[in-house]
């Protein structure tokens, strides 16, 4: 079978599990409404606190939005392990690395462009309730933000669908990055000082600063995410070829 047809075919086993698409969905989603909520009411009080940084506080419902594309990146392995699916994929494409490739490959694509989508959307609408306050995409860091959102929201996704194949469970990974990036992150962040900086959250999410903190800057930080995600696929790549389906 052809690169090109693996790939279709990922493509239409995506699309046509339902808690994959429905996870994909969610991110744009999910942020697009939690930026409403928010701006619609209290968006300019907190614009006005010092200190503020008018970029990263555009993108506050990413911190939701990535929730959705972890949950995207392990549904969309996680269906492999169910039922014996692993098995009829594996006897249709033989050659694993190109399976798990085709299968990744979609799975970023699909997420980097559900990312960007997202990644304009909350900003724009966002800054539709910010009156005075309001900043535009010509402004410093915005447009870098805009755009590395997207890419942000697709790096996790592909983190979390490696870390899946090698635990062969979506829940599993779930229950380990969800409690990381919403609570573990901070709380060791606190703890552990400079080293907090390359968490894969944290150090993904400097692109969104308009002033990068610590000692990685805005795109070095996503490149220090882009190095988890590339471990992550790594290891579920070798697990992949090593166990028996």
């Known amino acids: 079978m052809s690169t090109t047809a693996v790939l279709h075919s990922e493509w ?6 339902r808690s994959v698409a429905g996870s994909l969905v969610s991110v744009f989603a999910v942020t697009l409404a ?46 492999e392990f169910l039922d014996g699916a692993l098995r009829i994929s594996l006897a249709a494409v033989p050659r694993r690395g190109l399976f798990f490739a085709a299968k990744t490959g979609v799975v970023g694509a699909l997420a980097l462009a559900v990312g960007l989508a997202t990644g304009f959307g909350t900003f724009l609408v966002g800054q ?15 447009l870098r933000a805009c755009v590395g959102s997207g890419v942000y929201l697709a790096l996790m996704a592909l983190f979390a669908a490696g ?53 990685l800057g805005a795109w070095t930080g ?24």
């Open 12 to 17: 239409i086993k995506l699309k046509s599990v």
């Open 34 to 79: 939690v930026t409403l909520l928010a701006f619609s009411t209290i968006g300019q009080a907190e614009a006005d606190n010092e200190g503020y940084d008018p970029v990263f506080g555009a993108f506050y419902a990413l911190n939701f939005g990535q929730i959705a594309a972890i949950s995207f990146g392990a549904t969309a392995l996680s269906s």
């Open 128 to 142: 539709a309730f910010m009156g005075e306050y309001a900043i535009g995409l010509g402004d410093p860091g915005a």
């Open 163 to 215: 870390l899946t194949a090698v635990l062969r469970s979506g829940v599993a990974v779930l229950s380990i990055l969800i409690p990381f990036v919403l609570i573990v992150s901070f709380v060791v962040g606190d703890v552990a000082g400079g080293a907090a900086q390359y968490f894969p959250d944290k150090a993904g999410q400097q692109v969104l600063r308009l002033h990068p903190e610590g000692a």
């Open 222 to 245: 996503l490149g220090v995410t882009a190095l988890w995600a590339a471990a992550a696929l790594l290891a579920g790549w070798w697990t992949l070829r090593r166990r028996d389906a």
